[in-house]
T-cell receptor, first 115, second 112 residues
Framework: DTGVSQNPRHKITKRGQNVTFRCDPISEHNRLYWYRQTLGQGPEFLTYFQNEAQLEKSRLLSDRFSAERPKGSFSTLEIQRTEQGDSAMYLC?????????????FGEGSRLTVL | GQNIDQPTEMTATEGAIVQINCTYQTSGFNGLFWYQQHAGEAPTFLSYNVLDGLEEKGRFSSFLSRSKGYSYLLLKELQMKDSASYLCAVRDRTGGSYIPTFGRGTSLIVHP
């Protein structure tokens, strides 16, 4: 079991640049979630995939954010025209189901710093 | 959506017992999770409750009362390594999807 893998682990970029993060979930998990976390806060939901379908997206999410999960395997999260307020840890999680086995397994996260 | 409330910070002594409370409001409750997160690391799963009552797992126990919108995480025989943030997350089935929403976390400091 290789767990949830995210890369890059750290990204420093200048304001206005585009960044992309990748998440490889646990292979048998068909549910994939993106969260954002800032210091002293809990993870904030961004978007959710079931297989390749993006079923939920936070209403608070700017249209500069887009996510894909082609073929229902890995997922990418792209942020266009980054702003300093986008600086955060971006967490990917996957799960097997929605019952008692619906616990989320998190990756180590991708830390974004926008200068 | 949900409104999840938990204390910001708690302190306790090594070897003691601590209870971290979580209250929530939701229209489509479908389970409550507790996660542990050490500084700079990813959250890791501790417990899951969907029915009322107590779930025990080693030194950790979690309780749920759906009618009161209330849960607690009980940590016994505290160790220094238990110093971490404890996140309460409520899963909601509104809209057909099952999305866990997290509270802001309770930072637990265990001192000798």
């Amino acid at each position: 079991d290789t767990g949830v893998s995210q890369n890059p682990r750290h990204k420093i970029t200048k304001r206005g640049q585009n960044v992309t993060f990748r998440c490889d979930p646990i292979s048998e998990h068909n549910r994939l979630y993106w969260y954002r976390q800032t210091l002293g806060q809990g993870p904030e939901f961004l978007t959710y995939f079931q297989n390749e379908a993006q079923l939920e997206k936070s209403r608070l999410l700017s249209d500069r954010f887009s996510a894909e999960r082609p073929k229902g395997s890995f997922s990418t999260l792209e942020i266009q025209r980054t702003e300093q307020g986008d600086s955060a840890m971006y967490l990917c999680a996957s799960s097997r189901g929605t019952g008692g086995d619906g616990e989320l397994f998190f990756g180590e996260g991708s830390r974004l710093t926008v200068l | 959506g949900q409104n999840i409330d938990q204390p910001t910070e708690m302190t306790a002594t090594e070897g003691a017992i601590v209870q971290i409370n979580c209250t929530y409001q939701t229209s489509g409750f479908n389970g409550l999770f507790w996660y542990q997160q050490h500084a700079g690391e990813a959250p890791t799963f501790l417990s899951y409750n969907v029915l009322d009552g107590l779930e025990e797992k080693g030194r950790f126990s979690s309780f749920l009362s759906r009618s009161k919108g209330y849960s607690y995480l009980l940590l016994k025989e505290l160790q220094m390594k238990d110093s971490a943030s404890y996140l309460c997350a409520v899963r909601d089935r509104t809209g057909g999807s099952y999305i866990p929403t997290f509270g802001r976390g309770t930072s637990l400091i265990v001192h000798p």
